[in-house]
């Protein structure tokens, strides 16, 4: 089981630029791999499915779900 390290800090101001991937990975582990710019470096990062949930919770507009 793979285990995912979260970087809330820099997650958090930039989720209108976030955009979500659904691939094997996800569905496998429940798992998603998010990917964000920051400061002109593509960044890549892991969210759990429940911080997503948090997420959709607090309408936050999520760009891209594929």
Known sequence: ML???VHFVFVKPMLKNIKIYN???YNKQKILPIIWIKNNFI???VLTKEYITKIKTK???ILTQV
């Open 59 to 61: 309408k936050t507009r």
């Open 3 to 5: 285990t995912a390290k």
């Open 23 to 25: 691939n094997n990975l």
């Open 43 to 45: 960044q890549l990062s």
